[in-house]
């Protein structure tokens, strides 16, 4: 696993020496191209110096022509030679022997032109510019005078450009890649500091500690208030979780208590077979609360991790409730409630659902509006269209719910009346679970009661 760090000093450095190296190639370009231009020029214009100071009669270069065109200083060398092309006179300063080359002597431009060259004497390259003198326009040709450069001047100037260019070129790319690493470790350093901060944060201090937020870099910034937004939703869910935990073991701890005790205190003599019975029953009551408990907890981790939608069919709506409500008939009568189911459309209205956890949001629900009511009172499931739902209502005429006790109705282990419900077998769970299964299809679930006129849970799911 290669660190950010190294890759970004790595590609920053490629691009640099790519940069460089391309700007290198063309400065190297251009200015060969101009010392080359530069040195013909000079060529050129010593050549034609040099047929203006000489006298066609007396072909000689004489030391004041050879200071006039600066001969020593400049490192060249001039030669003269007459019509016939036989050489006449050259500078100290060249000690090579120049030849009149044909291409010179074919020359016929009008005004005498300049004839530039590359010559090889003696293993070396020589730059040569010839004019032939022609005293008028078209006239003919009165002598050559010839101005010779060694090309090592010109070579030992591009090698030094080179070596200037190789040299800057290099120490650029080595402060930039110093930067690159230098620049690098500045911009991780704030990542680093936040990795250090976020591994700093135990579950315990969920709660407290969250990460410094800086001002000055939007991108880290972003991240340490996403990681914040985390800590937040974990905090929600750990203290949700340690809830669940602490309401779990005190409901499980209470029947447990009661058959302890009850079974105590039947041990406490020797007892009649009806009184071992009446135990017994009391038992059997506790033992059932308890299952029911634990199989809503079961009902509950299933919808957590997920699980609770095993299959997925076509649901007749109408069908399950009119099932629902035959099957808890038996219960309204004992409690002297009047349930009846109420279809708003003739037409058929089906979710794409999970058939169980269906009837048992249903049953919950119908379950709960005839235990919390009075006897008398009535039950009614109503099922409507609302697109793109289907609302399922149960409403009764109950004692309904206080409006500070509506919040919390859904959550999990809250009850409003705790003896109350307890005493109906209730531990909590129902609306909660109601709530996870619902909103795992996709739906919602929402309560409105007024005291002393009754409550109406709707549950709302996607129409198939
Ligand atoms: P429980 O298992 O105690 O019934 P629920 O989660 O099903 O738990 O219900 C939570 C609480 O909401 C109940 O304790 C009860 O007080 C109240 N409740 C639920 N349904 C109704 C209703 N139809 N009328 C009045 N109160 C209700």
Redesign the pocket.
Known sequence: MKSLRARLFISFTALLAAALMMFGVIVWLVAREAMTNDMDDFLRGKAMLLARLMPAERLRVEPWMEQDLQVQERQFGVQVFDVHGTPGGKSSTLTIEVPLTDKVRRSEHPAGGVILETLVIGGKNYRIATHPRRDRWGEPVVMYAQAVISFDALQARQARLLAWLVSCGTAMLAAGAAASWYLSRQWLRSVASLEEAARGISSSELGLRRLFVPSDDAELAALANAFNHLLDRLEAAYKTQQRFTADASHELRTPLTVLRGEIEVALRRPRSAEEYREVLVSNKEEIERLSRLTE?MLALAHVDVGDAITQRELVNVSELCAGVTARLQNLAVERQITLHHEDTTAEPLSVNADRIAVERVMT??V???V???PGGES?TVRICKSPPWIAIQ?I?T????APE?LPH??E???????A???A???????????KALVEAHGGGVS?T?EVGH??T?TVRLPAA
């Open positions: 809503n919950n629900l379950e709960n509006a235990r919390y009511s039950v149960v009764d109950g004692g309904g719910i006790h109705l859904f999990r282990f809250y009850r409003v009346d705790k109350r419900s307890r109906n077998g209730g531990s909590g769970l129902g609306l909660s679970i109601v309560v009661s009754g409550s849970f």
